[in-house]
T-cell receptor
Framework: SQTIHQWPATLVQPVGSPLSLECTVE??????LYWYRQAAGRGLQLLFY??????ISSEVPQNLSASRPQDRQFILSSKKLLLSDSGFYLC???????????FGPGTRLTVT | QQPVQSPQAVILREGEDAVINCSSS?????VHWYRQKHGEAPVFLMI?????EQKGHDKISASFNEKKQQSSLYLTASQLSYSGTYFC?????????????FGKGTRLHILP
């Protein structure tokens, strides 16, 4: 069966510090991968998605970037965090030939 | 275009029924429903594809009216475990590059 992992689970970082969040999927090949952000009490905002290695589509221009160095690995990065980057970051995957998405456990980021 | 969910919030007693609506101003290929409990990641409930289908499992079902660009989620004889925020997501194209746009969510609270 398929499993999605995210780490770390929680993170507290000062403003201006770098960020790296990692997501890996097991038990599938060539998945679509997604990064979402959810502000407290709010909906899901799509940040990036990828249909293959090295292929990244950005939905929101900001100080975040994403990379997909391996088929089942998706990384979210920032060179300098802003206070507004705080939130619940969710990675999701979908099978290449289907449409439903499955979410990882998330990373709760607090920028201080 | 973000789909519109209604109501924004609902409080029910255990055993009562609930309907959550999702509407879009765009022609849709699919509608997705998720439930998120506080502090956790969203969990996939079901997907409805273009063609006007109806789906369900256990006491949770949904319909998709393609012509009206609307979907409804039905929770019958609600249980305490149904509490959470329900998100609908819509996709327009149905190809691999397509993405889900989520509504703002409907908070459902079930009282014993």
């Amino acid at each position: 069966s398929q499993t999605i992992h995210q780490w770390p689970a929680t993170l507290v970082q000062p403003v201006g510090s770098p960020l790296s969040l990692e997501c890996t999927v097991e038990g599938t090949s060539n998945p679509n991968l997604y990064w979402y952000r959810q502000a407290a009490g709010r909906g899901l905002q799509l940040l990036f998605y990828s249909v293959g290695i090295g292929q990244i589509s950005s939905e929101v221009p900001q100080n975040l970037s994403a990379s997909r160095p391996q088929d089942r690995q998706f990384i979210l990065s920032s060179k300098k965090l802003l206070l507004s980057d705080s939130g619940f970051y969710l990675c999701a995957w979908s099978p290449p030939d289907r449409y439903e998405q499955y979410f990882g456990p998330g990373t709760r980021l607090t920028v201080t | 275009q973000q789909p519109v969910q209604s109501p924004q919030a609902v409080i029910l007693r255990e055993g009562e029924d609930a309907v959550i609506n999702c509407s879009s101003s765009k022609a849709l290929y699919s509608v997705h429903w998720y439930r998120q409990k506080h502090g956790e990641a969203p969990v996939f409930l079901m997907i409805l594809l273009k063609g006007g289908e109806q789906k369900g499992h256990d006491k949770i079902s949904a319909s998709f009216n393609e012509k009206k660009q609307q979907s409804s989620l039905y929770l019958t004889a609600s249980q305490l475990s149904y509490s959470g925020t329900y998100f609908c997501g819509t996709a327009e194209r149905g190809n691999r590059d397509d993405k889900i746009i989520f509504g703002k969510g409907t908070r459902l609270h079930i009282l014993p």
